[in-house]
């Protein structure tokens, strides 16, 4: 089965204005998208983000929940928070994930998958299509999810793969899902 995992960028993303903006760590994305990582079989949840306090604090609640008294009340969400990995950078987590090829930058060695709540940066993959190519490709990868309001467009056009936007079957006018929420309904639709 191909290698798996996610990454859960706070920067480069972009505000309400299309600027480019640092995002604060939320502990529920935390939870909730360990969560969903473990149950789909994620290796790894890379939380990605430049500020060393942010890190730190993403840190905490990750040994609060696997060696802290969290995780002694509640054992599920120690298995769960065990994927999660605390990074500087996206490149960090492509250094993590890649295995590495002499010569090579470690970006090359996976195949990056980018998640949108538009398709306005290029062509996109339908779900379907995507499946098929999980068991095509003896690369790893990345599924890289945007806080704020989406990731920076220098990732959305460094991607292999921009899955389709998740929509409801009727259009209600609104596409605004937390970020948890879209990665449980992507792992479910590529995973499931």
């Known amino acids: 089965m191909t290698r798996i995992a996610l990454a859960l960028v706070h920067y480069p993303v972009l505000d309400r204005a299309g600027e480019r903006v640092t995002t604060a760590i939320t502990n529920l994305d935390l939870h909730d998208m360990a969560r969903s990582a473990r149950t789909y079989g994620a290796e790894r ?48 987590a492509y250094q993590a994930l890649a295995t590495p090829t002499e010569g090579q930058p470690a970006r090359r060695g996976i195949e990056l998958w980018t998640t949108a709540a538009s398709s306005r940066f290029g062509d996109v993959t339908s779900m379907a299509t995507a499946r098929a190519r999980i068991e095509q490709t003896d690369r790893p990868i990345l599924i890289v999810f945007g806080t704020g309001w989406g990731l920076a467009p220098e990732i959305l056009s460094d991607a292999d793969v921009r899955l389709e936007p998740i929509r409801a079957r009727a259009d209600t006018g609104f596409n605004h899902l937390s970020v948890r929420a879209a990665c449980a309904i992507t792992l479910d639709r590529l995973l499931g």
């Open 45 to 92: 949840l890379f939380v990605v983000h430049p500020v060393e306090a942010q890190r730190a604090l993403a840190t905490r609640i990750r040994e609060h929940w696997i060696e802290g008294s969290g995780g002694r009340r509640i054992p599920d969400r120690a298995v769960a928070l065990e994927v999660l990995q605390v990074v500087p950078t996206l490149e960090d």
